[in-house]
């Protein structure tokens, strides 16, 4: 459509009238709510003047009287309960502090004696004011109440001959009847046993339902709480099998079938809550903050579950606790699969979770079982992972060792053919077949890399024992290393620092991308001939936040790489061998494949369509 003098001046003409507009209802709209926010001001003065003064010491009196008459009447049989004095109960079992408190009878803190959080103190999980574990109760046949409301009764702490301590907290109402909540923390172990003993079950609960409110915050404990953030989720077992959700800024799961356990995962360390006869339902909810949010908080979690007790009296109902870290073998053993909270692989390539469960963490344990430094143990499972591909990995470079020796006769071939692409494509194909080459056969190390690319990610992004550990200028190698802060941000992952693991993986990337290109023919298709070296540099971006263990083992891979490349070529392979032998697989008689035969026709086919196409050009001229 072409368009004349006079409707592009309307075009500007109708902009500026609309960029006037919206200028004109701004300015309106601030001087409407700056006139309010004077309107408020001034009655809020008046107030201030006319309002009788009140003593703040009388206030806050009264305020207290009034949350006692409230609580006494919330606790109804259990006023005796309704108002104490917190009593912190500290317990320690090598392992973990737990520390309980009477005020619901319930862990308040947990400290993790052997992992250090982002600022080098150990690390903790609970002990804010939103962490809580509580169900309702009928305190009285109108009344009802959590249990975080009510104080127990100071603890009674024993000690077993096997090292197990057990602490009781007990409740008790004016008609008799009794909660009690027993906690037994075995010695060297993170998960805690917990019974809950009900006398009375069935007035103290409608409908012999316990509901359960469990609230849960996250905080930091690595350095970059973002990534952290990313790496969270709920976990759980519902009827039998494992799932999770990924958590976002509100991520939700409900529940209608019975479930085993729930579980609020961060990067290494998770909060279980585990029924050992089911919930019978309920729903679990986690809030994560947005990546600009500067708090420490990497989530907020709140689980409402149930459990349908028998119509009785009496009820126990038998619970557990996990504080710890996601550590495969320590989860695997308590037998109720939260081992699959450890990520090693999930989504669509959820399968090399196998790789890992059966070849890497072996693996990788076994060097570490006898060598301290995490950064060689690294480079020792590369050299195994490369021993045990190189059967596949050589015919590959036999294969390219192959296309260097054709490569003169394809550029003569490609000389003379010119731009005809699909006559080069046939006459390239039948020179391998006569040559016996695979022109596929390089792909293989490209192929076998992604399947234990995945599984190397999701290693190590959840292998705990690379939490903290140094090698070299890696200061962390279960996070990026930092040889440098950007005074800025660069979008498209790459972030505000760069990474030098990363910078050697992308150069040896770049020299192996060089070294191939010198082994193929050329590509007359310039997308082909440079995605090669473009591949490197989409590595940079990829790779700069990813975890240092991660880019170490990718650049030592690739100087694997280089090294048996230039042995295989220069000392291995006789090239004058290989083109004799070329060259008398050329003379013996050819038979084609099915797949062969069918590409040969389609090429001959598209080439006499063109030629065609040609001939009638040439008849218009």
Known sequence: MKTDKNTVIGFVLIGILFLGYFWFSSRQQQAILLDKRRTEDSIARVRAVTAPKIDPAVAALDSLKRDSTNKL?????????????????????????????????????????????FDSSNAVMGGSQFD????????????????????FNSPAVTKDADGR????????????????????????????????????????????????????????KQTDIIYERRQSRLCYVEDGSYDFETATTSTTATFEKPVNWISVKQQFFNSALIAKNNFNGGDFNITVP???????????????????????????????????????????KYNIKME????????MFSFVKYINRYIIIPVFNFFASFISSYGWVIALLTIFIRLVTSPLTYTSYLSGAKMKVLRPELDTLKKKLGDDQQAFAMQQMKLFREAGVNPLGGCIPAVLQIPIFFALYSFFNSEIALRGESFLWAKDLSSYDVVARLPFSIPFG??????????????????????????????????????????????LFIFNQLPSALTWYYTVSNLITLILQFVIQNYIIDHDKILAKMEETRKKPKTKSKWQERYSQMMESQQKVQDLKQKTNNNKK
């Open 73 to 117: 009447a919330v606790a109804g049989n259990f006023q005796s309960a309704a108002n104490g004095t917190e009593q912190l109960t500290p317990v320690d079992n090598g392992l973990i502090k737990i520390t309980f408190t009477n005020k619901g009878a319930q862990p308040k803190s947990i400290e993790l004696k052997r992992f250090k959080s």
């Open 132 to 151: 809580n574990i509580a169900y309702t109760i009928n305190t009285s046949p109108n009344q009802s109440a959590p249990t975080s409301s009510l104080f």
């Open 165 to 220: 301590q057990v602490i009781s907290y007990s409740l008790t109402s004016v008609d008799g009847q009794s909660i009690t909540h027993q906690y037994i923390v075995k010695p060297n172990d993170y998960m805690v046993d917990w019974n809950i003993i009900i006398n009375g079950a069935n007035t103290l609960l409608t409908g012999n339902t316990l509901n359960f409110n469990w609230q849960v915050q996250a905080n930091k």
């Open 290 to 332: 947005e990546d600009n949010d500067t708090s420490k908080i990497v989530g907020k979690a709140v689980a409402n579950m149930k459990i349908q007790l028998p119509s009785a009296a009496s009820a126990t109902i038998p619970m557990a606790l996990y504080y710890g870290p996601n550590e495969f073998n320590i989860l695997k």
């Open 340 to 347: 699959s909270i450890v990520d090693l692989g999930s989504g």
């Open 494 to 539: 790459f972030g505000d620092h760069i990474s030098l693991f990363t910078i050697t993986a992308v150069v040896t990337s770049f020299l192996i991308s060089i070294y191939n290109m010198s082994m193929t023919p050329d590509q007359g298709n310039p997308v082909m001939k440079y995605m090669p070296y473009f591949f490197p540099f989409i590595l």
